[in-house]
C-alpha cells in the first residue's frame, strides 16, 4: 500500500502520552494488591488468561501474516495490537457479561504490568522473526530502550500511583473512578479521530483491505481467549472473563507506540485506530449476549484449581 506519512509535533506526542498515563492512572484506581496476591491463590484460570495473552495471540498472529498476502505495514501493525495488554473496558464488559470479574480484573492488573517489557519484547521479537514485516522493521529505526521506557511510562507507573492513591484516599478514588473511565473512552475516541482524521483519504482508499483484517484478527483474539479457558475446563464465568479480556486490546497503547515511533506507517495506524473502535463493538455486542444467557450453578462448574 502506498505510504503517506503522518506528522506531528513534540507536543502532540507529549499530550497524546499523558493522556494515556491519566486513563492507565483510572483504570487502577480500583486494583489492590490482592488482586495480585489472588494469582498466587487460585492461579490457574489468570494464568491460562495471560499465556492465551502474551504467547497464544502474537505467536497465531504472527503465523496468520506469514500465510497471508498482507501488506507489510498492516501485518506490522496487527503483530503490535497482538502484542499490546488488555484493555481498559475488559472489566466492565466482564461484568456486563456475568463473567468472573475477580478473573478480569487481576488479568488486567498484571498484564498492564507485565506489558512494559512484554509489549516491546514481544512485538520486536515477532516483527523481525516474519520475514514479510524484518524488512520494514529494520527500514524503521527504533531505539529499543526508548520503546521500553515509553511503555513503562505510560503503563507502569500510572498503574502502581494509581493503585496507592486508590489505598491511601479510598473515597476519591471512588469519585473520580467513574468520569475517569469516561475520560478513558473520550481519549480512545479521540486516537481514532485523530487517526482518522489525518488518514482519510488512506482510511477510504485501502478500508476494503484492513477492514477484514481487524475484523477477522478481532475474532482470533476472541476465539484464542476461549478456547483456551474452555480446553483447561475452566468454568463459564471464567470463560467469559478470560476471552473478553483478551479479545480487548488496549489500542490506545498501540495508538501512542504509532504516533511515537511509526509515524511513517499510515498502515499501521489505520489497522490500530480501526481496532479501537471495533474491538468495543464486538466485546459489547458478546457481552450483551452472554448477559442473557444465565450461568450454571456452582456445583455443575467444573472446580479451578
Request: net charge positive.
Amino acid at each position: 500500500m502506498n505510504a503517506v506519512e503522518i506528522q506531528f509535533d513534540p507536543a502532540s506526542l507529549v499530550l497524546i502520552n499523558l493522556l494515556l498515563a491519566v486513563m492507565m492512572f483510572g483504570v487502577s484506581l480500583e486494583l489492590r494488591v490482592a488482586h495480585f496476591s489472588a494469582i498466587l491463590r487460585a492461579p490457574k484460570a489468570p494464568v491460562v488468561g495471560l499465556i492465551a495473552q502474551f504467547l497464544l495471540l502474537p505467536a497465531l498472529t504472527c503465523a496468520l501474516i506469514w500465510l497471508l498476502p498482507i501488506a507489510p505495514e498492516l501485518g506490522l501493525g496487527m503483530l503490535l495490537l497482538a502484542a499490546c495488554p488488555g484493555g481498559t473496558f475488559s472489566n466492565i464488559m466482564t461484568w456486563l457479561a456475568r463473567g468472573d470479574v475477580a478473573v478480569s480484573v487481576s488479568m488486567t492488573a498484571v498484564s498492564s504490568l507485565a506489558a512494559s517489557v512484554l509489549t516491546p519484547l514481544n512485538f520486536a521479537f515477532y516483527a523481525w522473526l516474519n520475514p514479510k514485516t524484518q524488512a520494514l522493521l529494520s527500514s524503521i529505526h527504533i531505539a529499543p530502550l526508548e520503546l521500553l521506557l515509553m511503555v513503562l511510562l505510560v503503563l507502569g507507573v500510572p498503574l502502581v500511583a494509581g493503585m496507592w492513591v486508590g489505598r491511601r484516599f479510598p473515597q476519591l478514588s471512588k469519585r473520580i473512578e467513574q468520569p475517569l473511565r469516561w475520560v478513558a473512552l473520550a481519549v480512545m475516541l479521540g486516537f481514532v479521530a485523530i487517526a482518522f482524521g489525518r488518514n482519510w483519504s488512506a482510511f477510504v482508499e485501502h478500508f476494503h483491505l484492513f477492514f477484514y483484517l481487524v475484523v477477522g484478527h478481532n475474532a482470533l483474539a476472541l476465539l484464542v481467549g476461549f478456547a483456551a479457558a474452555r480446553l483447561t475446563s475452566l468454568n463459564p464465568a471464567q470463560q467469559r472473563a478470560i476471552t473478553l479480556e483478551v479479545g480487548i486490546q488496549n489500542a490506545a497503547l498501540g495508538l501512542a507506540i504509532i504516533f511515537t515511533f511509526f509515524p511513517q506507517a499510515t498502515g499501521m495506524l489505520l489497522i490500530a485506530a480501526f481496532w479501537g473502535t471495533w474491538h468495543l463493538v464486538s466485546g459489547l455486542l458478546l457481552a450483551l449476549y452472554w448477559s442473557r444467557q444465565p450461568l450454571p450453578v456452582l456445583s455443575e462448574a467444573k472446580p479451578c484449581a
